[in-house]
């Protein structure tokens, strides 16, 4: 069963830089098929997709933040990671990876909240 | 990017009740199409995907239709624990899009 777990810090300040990292277990990100993917929630809101990146290190980010990601992996601790600069206040969401099979998100972390603020 | 456009956006159904929700898209998704279900405080669970295709462990009671633009999810017969949010999202295009959302609410 593959497992993902957010983890990074939940209070960001305005300007700096958000960095979190999914750790997954069950299943290794260099077998490769799988897109790891990030998607944030907006408090009350729906569901925005940011980006992934493959075990290559491909990635593909939503236009909409496309200056201010950067999405990594790091195949030797089977974990994936997000780094969003420049941030504001309109960056606070619950922050969730997942793994998507070119297809559908089949599963997800549980999600992580980063709050900005000063 | 494709716009993904779910009606209605609240929907009262009484336990037991048979509910319908919809998605439509800016373009064709072919069928290249995805449920969610979203409880407070949890991540979303993927019910549905190829449009019509229940994921592992779904029950019967739920079934997705449609393609191209134009689709739905219906519950036959609303269980309790099937009162929250669903989404849909497309996986045609880059860059993936959801729809904003359908509450299943209690009636």
């Known amino acids: 069963q593959v497992q993902l777990q957010e983890s990074g810090p939940g209070l960001v300040k305005p300007s700096q830089t958000l960095s979190l990292t999914c750790t997954v277990s069950?299943?290794?990100?260099?077998?490769?098929?799988?897109?790891w993917s990030w998607i944030r929630q907006h408090p009350g809101k729906g569901l925005e997709w940011i980006g992934y990146s493959y075990y290559t290190g491909s990635t593909y980010y939503n236009p909409s933040l496309k200056s201010r990601v950067t999405i990594s992996v790091d195949t030797s601790k089977n974990q994936f990671s997000l780094k969003l600069s420049s941030v504001t206040a309109a960056d606070t969401a619950v922050y969730y990876c997942?793994?998507?099979?070119?297809?559908?998100?089949?599963?997800w972390g549980q999600g992580t909240l980063v709050t900005v603020s000063s | 990017e494709i716009v993904m456009t779910q009606s209605p956006a609240t929907l009262s159904v009484s336990p037991g009740e048979r509910a319908t929700l919809s998605c439509r898209a800016s373009?064709?998704?072919?069928?290249?199409l995805a449920w969610y279900q979203q409880k407070p405080g949890q991540a979303p669970r993927l019910l549905i995907y190829g449009a019509s295709t229940r994921a592992t462990g779904i029950p019967a009671r739920f079934s997705g239709s449609g393609s191209g633009t134009e689709f739905s999810l219906t519950i036959s017969s609303l269980q309790s624990e099937d009162f929250a949010v669903y989404y849909c999202q497309q996986y045609n295009n880059w860059p993936r899009t959801f729809g904003g959302g359908t509450k299943v609410e209690i009636k």
């Open positions: 373009q064709s998704v072919s069928s290249n």
């Open positions: 069950g299943g290794s990100i260099s077998s490769g098929g799988y897109y």
């Open positions: 997942a793994r998507e099979g070119g297809q559908h998100l089949d599963y």
